[in-house]
């Protein structure tokens, strides 16, 4: 038997047990033969073998994010990007040019719009996307994806008035005893939930976001919730030779507080760890709450400012409970949404309750976001055995806006990893795409080992961490998240060959320059899937 790849000169970060760096790695179809140096495995070379000279770069594990939307990375390909204005009336004579050549009842939708960032210092309302068009639907969503604007198309099409009470974890907002058209968290549903894409089109959006995915060295995903039917379309786009991406799909629907879709798969028998290695049924999850960037995150204590808003709680314990106890005596993994300290509270005890009552170990049952648990809430995070997943990029770039809602203090606690790690807890890491707008995993080691922010701003500077931990992080430890590190997470022998070529030493290059590593090559099932063009790999040696 000879290899298929045979990497070699290089930085092979095997991140397994002992973190051991080799300088030659060997691929068989699509498992890891062996790593060690090049005169230990020589021997692998055959004549088709293809020799990849790493000329002292980075080989990683394949990249593994533990939270990301990929159904709405693809759809959001579809609307526009606003993040580029510099106010609302830019966005509105903009959004007019558009209206012109858009047929008449046909869907106008921007995203990544984010209000600390516009020179109005607010949401865009009714009034000012009237000013678009009345005959077409608008909506312009935040950039946390919990909070939409929308014009008076759309909330007459939604059925929307002044009188209409909002869904349970949603708010209408009123201003003035009129609507203004901001919806936020479950109440952003009634909108969104009328712009229906095709099949075709939620594939073609699957496919993109894979693309995007391999070109920043993302081999795996967890996916945290889409449109309707997205499970199914998931697990067909899995099902193309062609899709070149590993998913962990998690029930759930986005930004809904009911158990439908929990109950949905309990009542066919479906659980966590259903599938192969290409796609598997994740957690059930629920969202608890909204976003600190939003001020819809439920807190213990209120936003500055606005003492009395303490955010939006979507359940309370005692429901929260009886849901999640089914999913857990059925022997699901569990997971959920929780952004602000009380929700972190709310869903520590909800697992501290369901395992009380089987006494199941080896759950993983995880929380997500979490940015600020405190001494007790980690106490049990790991008297439980929680797994805790972090979104350390959020800080680069919405660290100013986190301080400005929630105070000095208050945002110098925020993902006390180091803390989290030295307490024996498990800590995984993500993108959170595309509701925060780059899907690039060297943005968040970047975050974890600076704690900076992109204006200069450090955030909880004691918390920073190593790049070897930040490494980790990102591969085995997210594999774990899945129940998987015994077939991916580190490049060790009999597991799956999915690994990238850095265009440099992720462990010697300048912590500063860590955001600015580039993907020369992904390889996904032992085949090469993404190559950098633009970048010199290997130096032309190729067998």
């Known amino acids: ?144 994806g919990h909070i939409v604007s929308a014009n008076s198309y759309a909330l007459k099409m939604a059925g929307i008035t002044k009188d209409t009470v909002p869904p349970d974890g949603g708010d209408i907002t009123i201003e003035n005893g009129e609507l203004n058209g901001v919806l936020k968290e479950t109440a952003s549903n009634l909108v969104t939930d009328m712009d229906q894409y095709s099949d075709e089109e939620y594939m073609e959006g699957l496919k993109k976001a894979a693309k995007d995915y391999l070109s920043v060295g993302i081999t795996s995903v967890h996916d945290l919730g889409g449109r309707d039917n997205h499970m199914m379309l998931l697990q067909k786009a899995a099902r193309d030779p062609e899709f070149h991406t590993r998913i962990y799909a998690t029930v759930v629907k986005l930004f809904e507080n009911t158990p439908n879709a929990i109950n949905t798969m309990l009542r066919a028998g479906i659980l966590s760890g259903l599938g192969d290695e290409k796609f598997k049924i994740g957690p059930s999850k629920l969202f608890l709450d909204g976003t600190i960037g939003g001020r819809t995150a439920f807190m213990t204590e209120g936003y500055m400012e606005e003492e009395d808003n303490k955010g939006i709680s979507y359940l309370d314990q005692k429901t929260l409970n009886a849901i999640m106890e089914k999913a857990h005596i059925a022997g699901n993994q569990l997971t959920a949404h929780a952004i602000g300290n009380g929700a972190l509270k709310q869903m520590i005890h909800c697992i501290d309750y369901v395992t009380s009552l089987d006494g199941r170990e080896d759950h993983r049952h995880r929380i997500e976001h979490a940015p600020l648990p405190d001494e007790e809430d980690m106490k049990k995070i790991k008297e439980l055995g929680i797994v805790i997943n972090l979104n350390p990029a959020f800080l680069y770039e919405h660290g100013e806006d986190y301080k400005a809602n929630i105070g000095e203090v208050r945002v110098h606690k925020m993902m006390p990893v180091k803390t989290l790690l030295e307490k024996g807890i498990m800590v995984c890491a993500s993108s959170d795409s595309p509701y925060f707008h780059h899907y690039n995993p060297f943005l968040g080691m970047y975050e974890l080992v600076n704690r900076k922010t992109k204006k200069g701003m450090f955030i909880g500077f004691d918390e920073k961490i190593s790049i070897e931990d930040a490494i980790k992080i990102f591969t085995y430890n997210n594999a774990y998240a899945s129940f998987e590190e015994g077939i991916k997470g580190s490049i060790e022998a009999g597991k799956l060959a999915d690994l990238v070529v850095l265009d440099r030493s992720i462990l010697s290059c300048p912590s500063e320059s860590i955001k600015d590593i580039k993907v020369e090559m992904t390889i996904f099932d032992g085949k090469i899937v993404y190559e950098n063009k633009a970048a010199e790999i290997n130096g032309g040696v190729r067998g």
């Open 1 to 144: 038997m000879k290899a298929d790849l045979f990497f070699t000169n290089g930085e092979v970060v095997t991140v397994d047990s002992k973190f051991t760096i080799s300088d030659s790695a060997v691929i068989v179809g699509n498992r890891i033969m062996a790593t060690g140096s090049y005169d230990e495995l020589k021997g692998w070379i055959g004549e088709d073998t293809d020799i990849i000279d790493l000329e002292g770069k980075s080989l990683l594990p394949g990249i593994i994010d533990s939270h990301l939307h990929i159904g709405i990375h693809g759809l959001l390909k579809m609307a526009h990007d606003v993040k580029k204005y510099k106010s609302i009336k830019e966005l509105v004579s903009d959004f007019q040019e558009k209206a012109k050549n858009m047929p008449e009842g046909g869907w106008l939708r921007g995203w990544n719009f984010n209000d600390h960032t516009v020179e109005e210092l607010r949401l865009p309302t009714k009034e000012d996307l009237d000013q678009i068009s009345t005959k077409h639907p608008i909506y312009i969503q935040r950039v946390c």
